[in-house]
């Protein structure tokens, strides 16, 4: 065939250059689909670094076919805007706590109840176990696939202005929570202010004095610098929140089934390497808030936790939630 200037420019707005030209876009991407995964947390932290771990596997068993990128740091956006743009497909996976899902997912409010887990080794065995994956799979109508949990060890409250040993000490705090109307219930409940107000702006208000206070595990405390403008940690450890990793419906459906099940495995595999990380990281977040001036105090833990049925009654309001703390509660 031979090509006059005008008849090639004709040709290749044709569908034959189209469809060859993206199936050369198609091949190459094949060969290196990159998975966008947000977090908010900076490098280094366990989460980021778990994900990375995930990355890794990925890419041996897919043998570099697919690959993870992460955007640490917030870089995507705050936790509740990411969560939008996962189910849309903006965002391939995110690594998010639970609770800024709790309005969209009701199941995400049984493990963060207060005080539904008695240990973290009542944490790790129901969300190991079958309570767990009923969970994960509840996120799917959502636009949501729930690949794994992560540790979040416990939340407890710290503030700037004095330690608190009982509710009646938490009288008129202003206390951020995340997004979330079971923690907005629960800080309500024991009598303080409670302020929802995304992860990445709590520093400067605790530092401004809008909010008195806030609620996080060990790791968070320390790595937003918080215990720098709020020195008190009570260990009220009202909270066993977990992580969660999910990826976007739409880009996992994309996947063939054995790339599928490569992300799965994966997701579940990077689990132990992220417990590990967790463990010597709570360790060394209170250690180091600690030898930097925080003051922790226990607290009286049967008050905060008689101050709770409200709460519980409010969030586990159908026979299927009030069925999952039944079965939580069952677990040895
Ligand atoms: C941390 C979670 C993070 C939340 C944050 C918060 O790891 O996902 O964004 O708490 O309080 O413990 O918003």
Redesign the pocket.
């Known amino acids: 065939m031979k090509f006059t200037r005008r008849g090639f420019a004709g040709f290749a707005a044709g569908a034959g250059f189209a469809a060859t030209n993206l199936t050369i876009v198609g091949r190459a991407q094949a060969q290196a689909l990159v998975l966008r995964s947000a977090?908010?947390?900076p490098d280094g932290?366990p989460?980021v670094e778990a994900v990375k771990h995930m990355g890794t596997l990925i890419e041996q068993r897919t043998s570099g076919r697919i690959r993870v990128q992460m955007f640490h740091s917030s870089q995507l956006g705050q936790?509740r805007d990411t969560i939008d743009q996962t189910r849309f497909g903006v965002i391939d996976m995110n690594?998010?706590?639970m609770?800024?899902l709790n309005n969209l997912v009701p199941e995400t409010n049984v493990p963060g109840l207060p005080f539904v887990f008695r240990s973290v080794d009542h944490m790790r065995k129901t969300m190991d176990g079958s309570v767990g994956e009923d969970i994960l799979r509840a996120f799917e109508p959502h636009g949501l696939v729930g690949l794994a949990y992560y540790d979040?060890?416990a939340?407890s409250f710290y503030n700037g202005r004095r330690p608190i040993n009982v509710p009646a000490d938490m009288r008129g705090l202003k206390i951020?929570?995340?997004?979330s109307d079971l923690f907005v219930a629960l800080v309500q409940a024991l009598g303080a202010n409670p302020t929802p107000m995304?992860?990445g702006e709590?520093f400067s208000a605790l530092q401004s004095g809008t909010i008195d206070g806030?609620?996080?595990?060990w790791?968070?405390y320390e790595s937003t610098r918080h215990f720098e403008v709020s020195k008190f940690y009570s260990l009220s450890e009202h909270s066993m929140s977990p992580?969660v990793l999910v990826m976007s419906k739409r880009r996992f459906d994309a996947l063939s089934p054995g790339d599928r099940d490569i992300v799965r495995q994966a997701a579940k595999d990077s689990v132990p390497h992220m417990r590990g990380l967790w463990d010597a990281r709570e360790k060394s977040a209170e250690a180091a808030v600690v030898a930097r001036g925080s003051l922790v105090n226990r607290v009286q833990k049967q008050e905060f936790i008689a101050a709770m049925g409200p709460v519980i009654d409010r969030f586990a309001n159908t026979p299927a939630l009030k069925a999952l703390v039944s079965r939580i509660q069952a677990i040895a």
């Not at 951020?176 to 997004?179: C, L």
């Not at 806030?214 to 595990?217: D, I, K, L, V, Y």
């Open positions: 977090d908010t947390h932290y989460t936790e690594r998010i706590n609770a800024p979040s060890g939340r951020r929570v995340q997004q995304p992860f709590v806030a609620e996080n595990n790791p968070s992580e």
